[in-house]
């Protein structure tokens, strides 16, 4: 059985600042993982994956995660964030068969503070 | 890029009444949709599987009498809450899978029981 844990519920930090989501996973076998964000009364939307390859997937607005298979994480980070990236960000396993359905986190509310 | 679609956004329902929720892929097919729950401030729970031509795979503790989900077309794929009450209230996730194995989803419905 797979499993992902966000350490954080809620993470305020102030614009411009740097952040790190912090997510680990639990899996007996090779996993995919997402990042998905969902803004006030919003579906998902993928932010960023990692299936294969180089270890450090980036998204289009400047959100990074780097897969540690050792330390069994998928932190994301942002070296400089903005007002509009308050939203809540729910990391994401599951298995590369593509079989079986999304195990999500508890999710992490990152609060952007002017 | 691949779109999922609900109708309704939301809803408002007196208790006892049933709720029909609709979930597209807009421009794919889709043979597996996911039907999920989230309650205020939580993470997403997986209510069930839909799988096109057969039997939805329900999650332990979801009752499919309850929640009845039908997948007749690769595009389309319907949550019917039946006999709908207060604690039924809550917003409503679809999910479909793409032809590369993503999950794609919808902006969810939010659905409140008078």
């Given amino acids: ?114 | 890029g691949a779109v999922v679609s609900q109708h309704p956004s939301w809803v408002i329902c007196k208790s006892g009444t049933s709720v029909k929720i609709e979930c597209r892929s807009l421009d794919f097919q889709a043979t597996t949709m996911f039907w999920y729950r989230q309650f205020p401030k939580q993470s997403l729970m997986l209510m069930a599987t839909s799988n096109e031509g057969s039997k939805a795979t329900y999650e332990q503790g979801v009752e499919k009498d309850k929640f009845l989900i039908n997948h007749a077309s690769l595009t389309l794929s319907t949550l019917t809450v039946t006999s709908a009450h207060p604690e039924d209230s809550s917003f409503y996730i679809c999910s479909a899978k793409g032809p590369l194995g993503d999950q794609y989803f919808g902006p969810g419905t939010r659905l409140l029981v008078l």
């Fill in chain 1, 1 to 114: 059985a797979q499993s992902v844990t966000q350490l954080d519920s809620q993470v305020p930090v102030f614009e411009e600042a740097p952040v790190e989501l912090r997510c680990n996973y639990s899996s007996s076998v090779s996993v995919y993982l997402f990042w998905y964000v969902q803004y006030p009364n919003q579906g998902l939307q993928l932010l960023l994956k990692y299936l294969s390859g180089s270890t450090l997937v980036e998204s289009i607005n400047g959100f990074e995660a780097e897969f540690n298979k050792s330390q069994t994480s998928f932190h994301l980070r942002k070296p400089s964030v903005h007002i509009s990236d308050t939203a809540e960000y729910f990391c994401a396993v599951s298995d590369p068969s593509g079989n079986t359905p999304l195990v999500f986190g508890k999710g992490t509310r990152l609060s952007v503070i002017a």
